[in-house]
């Protein structure tokens, strides 16, 4: 808890062990994964799925930052902990090396399938340590429609999963609108859990921005809001949401700022010559205030006016923990809720009510 409002973040991280998959990999598929001594580059089936890049280590802060829970290996225990000092009653955990682990191309269905459950399960152990307040969002293996759902299925209904998490990035040249996922977004909308979209830079599929920026500078400006507005296109300009209208999908890892300028832009195309061309009979605004949902992050100033815009309902709040631009934890959310353009209404939506119905969390 911060001062009187309850949080949830929606946005946390956890930091997998690097033998994670020589551990709980299945006895036919071991020895496929091999994490470098860098901790960042991953080979699966003899390739990279990662590129080179600097580890958190390298930055000079984030040692001291997070000195406690890089005592412990980031284990479920030292997050409780940092949880605690931040004042967040709930997290719900995304991956790291999980963000790469599945996606390139030459990775088949089955082991795919394989990784994603060694993943799963080595997740719900880590969430056995308060399943109060960790809360496991399901890898799947998307190279294959009837193992993606029987894996959300079973993280979700067996292990207590509370979304799945997706890159916005093609895999297999299948964009997020391509109708193999209609299966996918079917069964996530029975479910009842959203779609988590989450971009990761250092991927070797194509990402925006890695033809025209040399710097991670320039790289991380450009690529989160830049593949989360190409995710949006997907999911508002292809009918996705009309047919599957019960489904939420979360843009995350970009803060919110984006949204409005965003949703007035493609509402204008919409409803010009070429509107024609998209497949939804309802307004991109109007999807998305109904079925999408977006993460501010700390030191967001264009908060207000994004309320304003769009309201207080679809939106969420999520630290990245434990990111390197976290450099005021454990106080990140203090400029949030010290803020007086918000309102304490709007402020309990975002920190709590809003993320309370998307995960069905008490």
Known sequence: MKGQFHVIDTNRHVMEPSDLWDTWLEQG????????DDGTSIVVKGRSVS???PSYLDVPSYRRVFQDALNSGFDASSHLKDMDKEGVDVGVLLPTRGMYVI???????????????????WLHSYCAADPRRLKGVALVPLQGTEEAKAELRRAVQELGFVAVYMRPNPLLKRKLHDPAYDSLYAEAESLGVPILLHEGWGSVLHQLGEDRQDTIFGLEGVLDPFEM???LMSFMGHNVLERFPDLKVGYLGSGAGWIPYWLDRVDE??????GAEASSTEAPSIL???????????GERTTPEVVDEVGNHCL????????????????????FVADPLLTDETKTRILWDNAASLFRIS
């Not at 195309?269 to 070429?274: A, C, E, Q, R």
Request: charged share 20%.
């Open 269 to 274: 195309h919409w409803g010009g010559p070429f």
């Open 229 to 231: 507005m190409l995710a």
């Open 103 to 121: 996606w390139a191309d030459h990775i088949d269905t089955d082991l795919s399938a394989a990784l994603c459950r060694a993943y799963n399960n």
């Open 51 to 53: 590129d080179p890049r």
């Open 288 to 298: 998305f205030k109904r079925q999408g949902f977006a993460c501010v992050e700390p």
């Open 316 to 335: 969420v709040w999520g630290s990245q923990y434990p990111h390197p631009e976290l450099t005021d934890f454990p106080n990140e959310l203090d400029s």
């Open 29 to 36: 598929y071991k020895g496929q994964v091999t994490v470098g």
